[in-house]
């Protein structure tokens, strides 16, 4: 059975750091692309960053450029988000997701989702 968890969201100030994790189960992340998005109460779910499967292509939307890093361990068969200077507008329920290639990092080039984990962003 595939499954996708992710962890580490948290309620943080302004200029703080997360790092979210995405545990997969039932196939080997490193066989896959992988993404991460979010959502923010009444917007549509927003490519992140996605990571191709041997790592030669990855992707940040604009807005995390030079804050967010994404990266891989494949021992623990697990995916990370790095995210540093945290901003308000960061605020969203975060999903990373999986599947065998992306193209543009958009939700629907990806079957398989986890549940999510909430990241608040506030003083």
């Known amino acids: 059975q595939v499954q996708l968890v992710e962890s580490g969201g948290d309620l943080v100030q302004p200029g703080g750091s997360l790092r979210l994790s995405c545990a997969a189960s039932?196939?080997?992340?490193?066989?896959?692309?992988i993404g991460w998005f979010r959502q923010a109460p009444g917007k549509e779910r927003e490519g992140v960053s996605c990571?191709?499967?041997?790592?030669?292509?990855?992707y940040y939307t604009d807005s995390v450029k030079g804050r967010f890093t994404i990266s891989r361990d494949n021992a623990k068969n697990t995916v990370y988000l790095q995210m540093n200077n945290l901003k308000p507008e960061d605020t969203a329920v975060y999903y990373c997701?999986?599947?065998?290639?992306?193209?543009?990092?958009?939700?629907?080039?990806?079957?398989?989702w986890g549940q999510g984990t909430q990241v608040t962003v506030s003083s």
């Open positions: 997701a999986a599947d065998w290639a992306y193209h543009y990092c958009l939700s629907s080039e990806f079957a398989s």
């Open positions: 039932g196939f080997p992340l490193e066989h896959r692309a």
């Open positions: 990571i191709s499967m041997f790592d030669d292509s990855i």
